[in-house]
């Protein structure tokens, strides 16, 4: 009786032991995932908590419609368990090596492939093409949330309630923040709620929000600003006695500074468009390195200077 005794409490010993073990390994070994523009990152890292390490490839100020992959990018995105990518050809040159990734078996997601198409915009410009700026309209880029949950319970099943978990806790912040983007635009009068930039990447904010948008060089960057357009951009800001106009972070920003100058308006200040901030960068009092400060500062900052 008394050695069945010891036998008993050894097993719930080494049970436990087990256990704790396995605990360690989890805490230590999280889950790898590698992602492109600081959007997708971003919402990410809030969907993945603990269990997972955000690897971002593209930086402050990087363009990624002219991003191309380093050698030391696709080592990078082969040691990844897990990759998300924004997709509809914004990272236009990435595409094969996403391709060739999948091909052998890697777990490869554009997190627009659960956004539907019938809500995508399909501008003139880009040919055939879905305008790719989705996260300027806060309540589609929303969208993209159930795409990072799907994508991170594949490769480690043991954490779906958590990410299912932390996805609604986003969508319900996401929800307010787009709130507070429709009270905030609604601040300006509809006949001021013009915004001209760099190039087309907030149609889908100018939908969502009620502005008219005009950019110089179209949805993607990859054409330079041709002088017949600067001329009738000229016409149109004078016209709709547009008060400022912006510059944007990924932008060489010659172009539309000559327009500034040409029209006689100013540059109304600095927006992000596809790329965000520093982590940690604060501007205007809003954290820039986060997509919830990037989305307030941008439209602080368009609201004001068109007040
Ligand atoms: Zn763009």
Redesign the pocket.
Known sequence: MKRRKWINTMAAAFAALCVAGTATAFAQEKIKAATTIGMVADLVKQVGGDRVAVDQLMGPGV???LYKPTSGDAARLSKADVIFYSGLM?EGRMGDLFAKLARAGKPVYPTTESVPESQLLEPEEFEGHYD??LWFDVSLWAQTVPTIIKGLSEVDPSGKDTYEKNGADLLARLAKLDEWCKETAAQLPEAKRILVTS???YNYFGRAYGFKVVGLQG???VSEAALADMASLVDFIKDQKVKAIFVET??NPAAIKRVAEDAGVKIGGELF??AMGEPGEKKGGFDVGTYEGMVRYNLTTIVNALK
Do not use: K, M, R
Request: negative net charge; glycine residues 0%; hydrophobic residues 25%.
């Open positions: 363009d990624p419609h914004l790719p700026h190039h087309d990447a949805v993607s960057t990924s932008v468009s596809d």
